[in-house]
């Protein structure tokens, strides 16, 4: 069964700075990984999608990912942070036909200090 | 444009009462999915149809819990003799699958058990 792991609960970055958000996955298969964001009293949205294409993902907003096999890492990156990117960032791991339980990690929360 | 939509949005309850939220899915999309979130955790997948057929159910769904898709559209969860732990957000998703897409989400619908 596949499993995700963030490995903050919270981060705390200054606007203008870059942003890291750690994501440490488990899969038997080739997983698809997801990253979604959640602002407050919003619905989920994608950000980004990793389906066994390209290793470097670009999504919305300047945000990429890296997925690293030899890692099992799919960590969240931007150069620059901007007030509007804070809210509840979660990774998403899905074993795609074979199993599609898709499953959140906990989640990260972002503050983006001024 | 119709997204995902939940209803009811909020529900407040007495413990021992039944609660039926209801999603309508976007339209074209085959796949539907449940999802519990409580504060300051990630979503926990509760189950998923392709079509009517409901293909996995989390052990997190007791025998209170039950969930119908009967014509492969429109999702009813009903949740019989409440419990103040089932006080969460109730977020239900769609996608056309297989999974290599985007899950588009509701707003969820809140349910506060007294």
């Known amino acids: 069964a596949q499993s995700v792991t963030q490995l903050d609960s919270h981060v705390s970055v200054s606007e203008g700075t870059p942003v890291l958000l750690r994501c440490n996955y488990s899969?038997?298969?080739?997983?698809?990984l997801f990253w979604y964001v959640q602002h407050p009293n919003k619905g989920l949205q994608l950000l980004l999608k990793y389906t066994s294409a390209a290793t470097l993902v670009k999504g919305i907003n300047g945000f990429e990912a890296e997925f690293k096999k030899s890692e099992t890492s799919f960590h969240l990156t931007k150069p620059s942070a901007h007030m509007s990117d804070a809210a509840e960032y979660f990774c998403?791991?899905?074993?795609?036909?074979?199993?599609?339980?898709?499953?959140f990690g906990k989640g990260t929360r972002l503050h983006i200090l001024p | 444009d119709t997204g995902v939509s939940q209803d009811p949005r909020h529900k407040i309850t007495k413990r021992g009462q039944n609660v039926t939220f209801r999603c309508d899915p976007i339209s074209e999309h085959n796949r539907l999915y449940w999802y519990r979130q409580t504060l300051g955790q990630g979503p926990e997948f509760l189950t998923y149809?392709?079509?009517?057929?409901?293909?996995?159910k989390s052990r997190l769904l007791s025998d209170r819990f039950s969930a119908e898709r009967p014509k492969g559209s429109f999702s009813t969860l009903e949740i019989q003799r409440t419990e103040q732990g089932d006080s969460a957000m109730y977020l239900c998703a769609s996608s056309f699958g297989p999974l290599t897409g985007e899950l588009f989400f509701g707003e969820g619908s809140r349910l506060t058990v007294l």
């Open positions: 899969s038997s298969y080739s997983p698809s």
């Open positions: 998403v791991v899905s074993e795609g036909d074979r199993d599609d339980k898709i499953i």
């Open positions: 149809f392709q079509n009517e057929a409901q293909l996995e």
